[in-house]
């Protein structure tokens, strides 16, 4: 399980591989404002599992005690 809270554990960027191959990669904040603007949908594999990405709420909010960045929510951990 990752200690969201510890700074050390978040994750802090995004990636993946297009269809020919070739990689790509984007903070965090950016992959939040794709989600919930529906522009982008993101996904995440593990063994043979996939599961759409999420901005996770706490507490009833979707800002956490980091700065004000909201955090995408990984399915797989935890």
């Known amino acids: 399980m ?3 809270m510890n700074p050390h554990e978040r994750i802090e960027s995004v990636g993946g591989e297009y ?3 070739s990689q790509w990669k984007q903070s965090v904040v950016q992959t ?6 529906g522009e982008w949908e993101f996904y995440v594999e593990e063994d043979g599992l996939m599961a759409g990405v999420v901005v996770a709420e706490h507490n009833g909010t979707n800002t956490q005690d980091n ?3 909201r955090s995408a929510d ?5």
């Open 2 to 4: 990752t200690d969201r």
């Open 19 to 21: 269809s020919n191959g």
């Open 32 to 37: 939040i404002r794709d989600i919930e603007s």
């Open 67 to 69: 700065g004000g960045r």
């Open 74 to 78: 990984n399915p797989f951990t935890g």
